[in-house]
C-alpha cells in the first residue's frame, strides 16, 4: 500500500512484524482490538508524507507477529507488551532517540503505560479513544465492569479462556465478526448474552459497511487474524487484566509526565466506560497527566475514529507533534 515496507524485528523472543514508511523523527503507532497495523494505513501514508517515519507493529498476538504463546495469557500483561515495545525501540532507534507515540484502544492502554514506565523513551503522545486509567485499589477493570454490567459484559464473556472463541465460530465468520465490531456505534455498555452473539447486532441481521470501510478491509483483517490462529491473541489481553493489575501496582499515583494529546469521539464506548467522560471534563485526568495539553471530542465520531475520519486524525496528530 502506497510504498509502505515490511519488516520482521527479533524482540522478547517474538518475531515481530512492522509496517513503516518514510524518514525522519520517528512515530509509533499501537493498535488496539481487534485490529493490526493495518488500522493505521491512512496515518502511516500521511506522516510520511509529511517528513517523518512511521511505524506500526501487529502487537504480541496478532497478525503476523508470532512467537507469543497464545494458550498461556498469562504472557500478555501489560510489562510483557511495554517490554516488546521498548525491544522494538532499542532495535530501531539511536541510542537515546526519543519517540512519538500514538495509540487507539488497548494501543492507548499500553501507550499510557509506556510512557508512565519509560518517559525517557517517548518524545509526546497522542492517545485516541481510552484515557488514562490510574491504578484501582478496588480491582482490575473487568472485575468492575463484572460487577456494574453483569455477565453479559464483553470484558467477563471473554475471560474463560476458548468459551467466546468457541461461541463466535459458531455464530459467525471472522470476516462478519469485524464487520460487527468495526461499525459498531452504540456507546452504551458492549453485551454478547450466551449463544445469541452481539445484542447490538443480533446474529442473522445483515451488515451494511460504511463509506470508510471496505470489503477488501475486512478480508484482510480477517485473513490476517486467521493465520495468527483467530481471536485469542487479542482475547488474552482481556485475560491477563487481573495479573496486569497485580503486576502494576507499584506504580499506583503514579503520573504520565509526557506532553500529551487525548482525542476521543462522542459516540465511543470507551468514553463512557468506568465513568471515563467525567473524569477528563472534571479535570481529574489533568491531575494524573499533568502534562495534557489538549483534549478534542470529535462529534458524531464512535471508537474507530481513526478509520473512521482518518483526515482530521492525521491533522490532529501532526498539528500536536510538530511543537516538539
Same mark, same amino acid.
Given at each position: ?22 524518514? +525522519? ?7 488496539? #482490538?481487534?485490529?493490526?497495523? &493495518?488500522? =493505521? ?10 517528513? &517523518? ?42 541510542? +537515546? ?8 484502544? =488497548?494501543?492507548? $492502554?499500553?501507550? =499510557? ?27 482490575? !477493570? ?21 468459551? $467466546? ?5 459458531? !455464530?459467525?465468520?471472522?470476516?462478519? #465478526?469485524? %464487520?460487527?465490531? @468495526?461499525?459498531?456505534?452504540? *456507546? ?23 463509506? =470508510?470501510?471496505?470489503?477488501? /478491509?475486512?478480508?484482510? #483483517? ?20 487481573? @495479573? ?32 471515563? /467522560?467525567?473524569?477528563?471534563?472534571? +479535570?481529574?485526568?489533568?491531575? /494524573?497527566? *499533568? ?17 473512521? %475520519?482518518? /483526515?482530521?486524525?492525521? %491533522? ?7 511543537? #516538539?
Amino acid at each position: 500500500m502506497e510504498g509502505i515496507q515490511h519488516k520482521f524485528i527479533n524482540v522478547n523472543g517474538l518475531n515481530m512484524h512492522i509496517a513503516e514508511k518514510g524518514e +525522519g523523527p520517528l512515530v509509533l503507532f499501537l493498535h488496539g #482490538f481487534p485490529e493490526l497495523w &493495518y488500522s =493505521w494505513r491512512h496515518q502511516i501514508v500521511y506522516l510520511a508524507d509529511h517528513g &517523518y517515519r512511521a511505524v506500526a507493529p501487529d502487537l504480541r498476538g496478532y497478525g503476523q507477529t508470532t512467537g507469543a504463546p497464545l494458550n498461556d495469557h498469562t504472557k500478555f500483561t501489560i510489562p510483557h507488551v511495554v517490554g516488546d515495545l521498548i525491544g522494538l525501540l532499542d532495535a530501531i532507534t539511536n541510542e +537515546g532517540e526519543k519517540v512519538f507515540v500514538v495509540g487507539h484502544d =488497548w494501543g492507548a $492502554i499500553i501507550a =499510557w503505560n509506556l510512557c508512565m514506565f519509560r518517559p525517557d523513551r517517548v518524545k509526546a503522545l497522542v492517545n485516541l479513544s481510552v484515557a488514562f486509567m490510574p491504578w484501582n485499589p478496588n480491582g482490575n !477493570i473487568a472485575e468492575i465492569l463484572r460487577r456494574d454490567h453483569g455477565d453479559d459484559h464483553y470484558m467477563t464473556r471473554y475471560q474463560k479462556p476458548g468459551e $467466546i472463541e468457541a461461541e463466535f465460530a459458531k !455464530i459467525m465468520s471472522l470476516e462478519t #465478526f469485524m %464487520k460487527k465490531i @468495526l461499525i459498531l456505534r452504540d *456507546p452504551g455498555p458492549l453485551l454478547i448474552p450466551k449463544g445469541k452473539g452481539f445484542l447490538h447486532s443480533p446474529p442473522g441481521v445483515p451488515v451494511t459497511l460504511p463509506p =470508510w470501510l471496505s470489503e477488501e /478491509d475486512i478480508e484482510y #483483517f480477517a485473513s490476517q487474524h486467521e493465520k495468527a490462529g483467530g481471536l485469542t491473541g487479542g482475547i488474552n489481553y482481556y485475560r491477563a487484566l487481573y @495479573l496486569s493489575w497485580e503486576l502494576t501496582s507499584a506504580w499506583r499515583g503514579a503520573k504520565v509526565m509526557v506532553p500529551t494529546k487525548y482525542v476521543v469521539g462522542d459516540m465511543d464506548i470507551a468514553y463512557y466506560m468506568l465513568g471515563a /467522560d467525567n473524569y477528563v471534563t472534571s +479535570g481529574e485526568m489533568k491531575k /494524573d497527566v *499533568p502534562l495534557l495539553e489538549e483534549v478534542v471530542v470529535m462529534e458524531g465520531v464512535a471508537h474507530f475514529l481513526n478509520q473512521v %475520519k482518518p /483526515d482530521e486524525i492525521n %491533522k490532529h496528530i501532526i498539528d500536536f507533534i510538530q511543537k #516538539f
